[in-house]
């Protein structure tokens, strides 16, 4: 059944499973950290995990790695980047702070790909990135002011949403690499860049953890597995096919499923003011999809 919808139909559909998967990589991560991999060395463990699992594979392919350019590794620079900054700010924010300000990303990626890439900016995308800010100011609490980032975490997350509309343009400029290959890049620049994070002053007076303690740790690694790679892997394959943009608001299922699950599991709030907030980023993603149709229908009723 997968396989008889359209190309743009199978993308879209792999990069809003992509967000459903990230937005359920926080527990795995805050795991890490409870368990005493602390702050930012959590996040290194959590890239260095699938990079070790797809250590054999680079080890076979490593020709076909090297046959893609530097393209392949520019790839792998922005969104190890982008990503590594977005998994450190779930730790020093709030779950669904982090999220939604890692979710401006439509907004940069839709500006660049008209800059570099030339692709319009249609009425629906605006409307949808309309809808998308109306969320993110609900949930916020429009109340209070605008939600200018107050801390590190909401620094790192939205310099990650700057990093991933560079890595979205990159994605969709590139033809010569294939999902298995920007997996493989991606992870080790992400082990790099969060490495740098572990170490740098804005992450504070943080030890690095003992062995033992990693391996407490590892069964962790289990959902990394069957939950964060193969999302990655739906992302990179998915995101080439795909306005920039539009793959910024696909992937916004990542907040729904992020704040309701912060709501479960880590006793974040998710009263009527998040839920209707979630509602209208969920529309936002939608929209690109519904717009066309509905239009049609209703010019032919009127």
Not at 45 to 63: A, D, E, H, K, T
Not at 183 to 202: R, T
């Amino acid at each position: 059944m997968f396989t008889s919808l359209s190309l743009k139909a199978r993308a879209s559909l792999a990069c809003a499973y992509s967000g459903i998967a990230w937005g359920l990589f926080w527990i795995p991560l805050r795991g890490m950290d409870s368990a005493g991999v602390t702050d930012a060395w959590a996040t290194v463990l959590f890239y260095g995990m699938p990079l070790l699992l797809f250590s054999p594979w680079i080890f076979v392919n490593w020709r076909r790695i090297a046959r893609c350019g530097w393209s392949l590794h520019f790839i792998g620079i922005a969104t190890g980047v982008s990503l590594a900054f977005y998994s450190n700010a779930l730790l020093y924010t709030e779950v669904i702070r982090g999220l939604v300000l890692y979710y401006t990303t439509p907004v940069w990626s839709l500006l660049l790909a008209r800059i570099v890439l030339g692709e319009n900016i249609t009425a629906a995308r605006i409307l949808a990135i309309l809808f998308g800010l109306a969320g993110m100011l609900v949930m916020f609490g429009i109340d209070v002011g605008f939600p200018w980032p107050r801390n590190i975490g909401d620094w790192m997350a939205l310099i990650g949403a700057m990093g991933w509309a560079v890595a979205a343009v990159l994605l969709r400029k590139d033809d010569g690499s294939r999902s298995m290959e920007i997996c493989s890049v991606y992870f080790f620049y992400g082990v790099i860049a969060a490495i740098v994070l572990a170490i740098s002053p804005m992450a504070g007076d943080i030890e690095v953890p003992d062995w033992s303690v990693i391996v407490d740790v590892l069964p962790w690694t289990i959902p990394v597995a069957i939950i964060v790679i193969p999302g990655a892997y739906a992302a990179f394959w998915g995101a080439p096919h795909l306005n920039p943009g539009v793959v910024g608001l696909l992937f916004m299922t990542e907040l729904s499923v992020g704040g309701i699950t912060a709501a479960i599991w880590a006793n974040e709030p998710l009263g009527a003011r998040e839920l209707t907030g979630i509602a209208l980023i969920t529309t936002a993603g939608l929209i690109e999809f519904i717009y066309a149709p509905l239009r049609r229908a209703l010019w032919r009723d009127s």
